[in-house]
């Protein structure tokens, strides 16, 4: 089993920049890839950005291509997201997955993701 706990979110003015953060424990040897998602009020929740544990590969969803940045902690148990907040529609809650499956590519569908933390809120206002 892998437990994954969310951190760093809040508020965030338009056009400002806030890091979320996800502390990995349990099993991590068996994370393989590790996502953020995103879920906004009344939306379903969507594929932000991923990182391939080994490889260090990583994908963005074009909406925060360029914006966005994910990155491995200087703790090997951690994964950071580095967020340059565009509009107010970026408020959500902000999800860590974990994919226990050696990969190189970095899954973006939520249902390959074995591993979940409980999100963490981050409110972008204008």
């Known amino acids: 089993q892998v437990q994954l706990v969310e951190s760093g979110g809040g508020s965030v003015q338009v056009g400002g920049s806030l890091r979320v953060s996800c502390t990995a424990s349990?099993?991590?040897?068996?994370?393989?890839?590790m996502g953020w998602f995103r879920q906004s009020p009344g939306k379903e929740r969507e594929f932000v950005a991923g990182i391939t544990w080994i490889a260090g590969n990583t994908y963005y969803a074009d909406s925060v291509k360029g914006r966005f940045t994910i990155s491995r902690g200087n703790a090997k148990n951690t994964l950071n997201l580095q967020m340059n907040s565009r509009d107010a529609e970026e408020t959500a809650v902000y999800y860590c997955?974990?994919?226990?499956?050696?990969?190189?590519?970095?899954?973006?569908?939520?249902?390959?993701?074995?591993?979940w933390g409980q999100g963490t809120q981050v409110t972008v206002s204008s």
């Open positions: 349990g099993r991590t040897f068996s994370r393989y890839a």
């Open positions: 997955a974990a994919y226990r499956t050696f990969t190189t590519v970095v899954p973006t569908n939520e249902m390959e993701y074995d591993y």
